[in-house]
């Protein structure tokens, strides 16, 4: 088990049209900037989601999670933290924590859970399919299994 975790930060402002009536921004909107953070993430270590897929590798959401702590509203600058929280050749998990910029209030968690596949989401162990991306990922990595 590795003691370094890398953690990315991904800052964006809230969007009108990511609020309800209510001014806030909507439960639907928090998947999307979990996939602002990870994207992010792999860009920032070297691998951006388009060469990954250029190389025939999908990376399929298994599962989600998202806790709401705090409302954040309009124009809020709120900052992605990703990192990853799972490792494994055939799968990856991702936690988030999504947060005010200016105040630092904690706005939400969550953690989303993907397979390495191929282009007919076949399992792949990216290990051996990918060698590169996999000792970056390693390298980042908090528990590795």
Same mark, same amino acid.
């Given at each position: #088990?590795?003691?370094?975790?890398?953690?990315?930060?991904?800052? *964006?402002? *809230?969007?009108?049209?990511?609020?309800?009536?209510?001014? *806030?921004?909507?439960?639907?909107?928090?998947? /999307?900037?979990?996939e602002?953070?990870?994207?992010?993430?792999?860009?920032?270590?070297?691998?951006?989601?388009?060469?990954?897929?250029?190389?025939?590798? $999908? $990376?399929?959401?298994t599962?989600? &999670?998202?806790?709401?702590?705090?409302?954040?509203?309009?124009?809020?600058?709120? /900052?992605?933290?990703?990192?990853?929280?799972? +490792? #494994?050749? /055939?799968? /990856?998990?991702?936690?988030?924590? =999504?947060?005010?910029k200016?105040?630092?209030?904690?706005?939400a968690?969550?953690?989303?859970?993907h397979?390495?596949?191929?282009?007919? +989401?076949h399992?792949?162990?990216?290990?051996?399919? !990918?060698?590169?991306?996999?000792?970056?990922?390693? !390298? &980042? =990595?908090?528990?590795?299994?």
């Amino acid at each position: #088990m590795s003691e370094l975790m890398l953690k990315i930060e991904t800052a *964006i402002a *809230i969007r009108y049209a990511e609020t309800d009536q209510m001014g *806030i921004a909507h439960h639907s909107n928090y998947p /999307v900037w979990f996939e602002i953070g990870r994207t992010d993430f792999f860009r920032q270590i070297g691998f951006p989601y388009s060469e990954i897929e250029c190389n025939g590798i $999908l $990376l399929p959401l298994t599962d989600m &999670s998202c806790k709401f702590i705090k409302p954040a509203r309009f124009e809020d600058p709120i /900052v992605i933290q990703t990192y990853i929280n799972r +490792f #494994m050749h /055939v799968r /990856v998990g991702f936690h988030y924590d =999504v947060y005010h910029k200016e105040s630092g209030t904690m706005i939400a968690t969550g953690e989303t859970n993907h397979g390495w596949t191929d282009r007919q +989401f076949h399992p792949i162990g990216i290990k051996t399919r !990918f060698p590169a991306l996999y000792e970056a990922l390693r !390298f &980042s =990595v908090k528990n590795e299994y």
